[in-house]
């Protein structure tokens, strides 16, 4: 800036010196000639060009001042420019410095974090292969006693009394082929009384009960119980056909309950359309564990109206003496007002104590009864209505498959 200052004060100078040249070359005197053709006016008319080219100079002069002045703002103002582009170059120099050093510090994280894999993955595979050596040496050094022991074994002076170490095992199979011999006796007294109750199915319901939803509990005195039984009777109209219902209420019967007071130790199908079950029900009460071993026999039995399902059950509580029989009618028939597309789905349960009479002095056996009885009544109640939910959720599902015809 200061280099253009002095070349304007030299413009400055030089505007100054060419005026006083002027003012100079005014100043000579005329040539005598010229003096005398004019005579004395000629003098005042020579002044006047002076002063003309001294307002020219000075014209001049501010002219070339205004364009220099012109000429600095221009290049001030383009220096201004340049100083911004020369920042932005700067900048952008400094952003492509920084992204190469991030790239590179990433690369480098990279590397680093894949090394430390590798590590990981070199010491888990030196530990797999030291632990395969060990197991095979274990496995070798197995082998060799295996030989020895048999060796061993089979030399004959060592099996003196092997039939003594062997005598327990021998009894625990004589005992276990009793209790299952015993166990399928049970079984084959509840297929006869299955028979025999269906052959009585006809009269379970009566001809002019209603065919809505419900579920009803009482106690009843019936012949043969010796004493009062719990029945439970249900009813379940359905909008699905008698072989869907019965195919329903079937599969639900054959799986494993939900109760998780009830172990299972065989579930098995002998005979078609039959179902035989041993299992455990182990009621929890103030007094201890209940263990009641169960035993149960299930038909199926398919009519052209109807099928019907019937169980018979046996209950034991060997230490008190304590024995209960169970029965159960499911009799799915056809619906009257829609015999081909609805149905009916009707239960009949009924619990009673055998022998109960004899007892009856007894109060902690009465109590143990009661509370038995209590509550596997209580058990199937919730069973049967657990199955009248999943007959109206089929209906609800059968519904929905069904596709309304267009007009």
């Keep these: 800036m200061s280099f253009l200052e002095r070349e ?12 006083f040249i002027d003012e100079c070359d005014g100043g000579k005197k005329l040539p005598r000639t010229q003096e005398r053709g004019n005579g004395s006016k000629t003098a005042p008319k020579g002044i006047k060009p002076n002063k003309t080219r001294f307002k020219d100079s000075q014209c001049y002069s501010t ?11 221009a290049l001030r103002d383009e220096a201004l420019e340049l100083e911004g582009q020369v920042k932005v170059l700067i ?3 400094q952003n492509r410095r920084g992204q190469k050093t991030q790239v590179g510090f990433l690369n480098g994280d990279d590397s680093q974090e894949w090394f430390k894999k590798a590590v990981v993955e070199f010491q888990k595979r030196q530990k797999a292969e030291r632990k395969n050596r060990k197991l095979k040496e274990i496995w070798a050094n197995q082998d060799k006693v295996n030989g020895a022991f048999r060796h061993v074994v089979q030399r004959r002076t060592l099996l003196y009394g092997k039939e003594y170490v062997f005598e327990d095992e021998n009894a625990e199979k004589n005992n276990s082929t009793a209790v299952e011999d015993e166990t399928m006796s ?12 269906y052959l009585a199915s006809d009269s379970v319901f009566p001809p002019d009960l209603p065919a809505t939803i419900s579920c009803n509990t009482r106690l009843k005195r019936t012949d043969d119980s010796q004493g009062n039984c719990i029945e439970i009777v249900t009813t379940t109209p359905v909008s699905c056909s008698l072989r869907v219902a019965a195919d329903v209420v079937w599969k639900d019967l054959n799986v494993k309950g939900q109760d998780p007071e009830r172990i299972y130790r065989f579930i098995q199908r002998r005979k078609p359309n039959s179902l035989e079950k041993n299992f455990l029900v182990a009621l929890h009460n103030p007094s201890g564990v209940l263990k009641i071993d169960g035993f149960q026999f299930m038909r ?6 109807r099928v019907v399902l019937i169980k018979a059950n046996t209950l034991t509580l060997s230490n008190m003496g304590l024995r209960f029989r169970d029965r159960c009618w ?11 597309h609805a149905a009916v789905a009707r239960t009949c349960y009924q619990l009673y104590a ?10 902690d056996i009465v109590q143990t009864r009661d509370y038995i009885l209590s509550s596997l009544s209580g058990k199937v109640r919730r069973d049967h209505q657990m199955l009248q939910n999943l007959l109206i959720e089929e209906e609800r599902r059968a519904a929905s498959r069904v596709v309304p015809m267009t007009a």
């Design 8 to 19: 304007e004060d030299a413009d400055a100078m030089l505007a100054e010196a060419l005026a």
């Design 63 to 73: 002219q070339l001042q205004q364009r220099k002045k012109a000429e600095l703002r």
């Design 91 to 93: 900048q952008r120099r």
């Design 186 to 197: 049970i079984i084959a007294q509840l297929e006869k009384s299955v028979e025999r109750l």
């Design 300 to 305: 199926k039995y398919e009519e052209p109206d």
């Design 330 to 340: 499911i009799i799915i028939s056809r619906s009257n007002a829609d015999p081909k």
């Design 354 to 363: 055998e022998g109960s009479d004899n007892f009856s002095t007894r109060d």
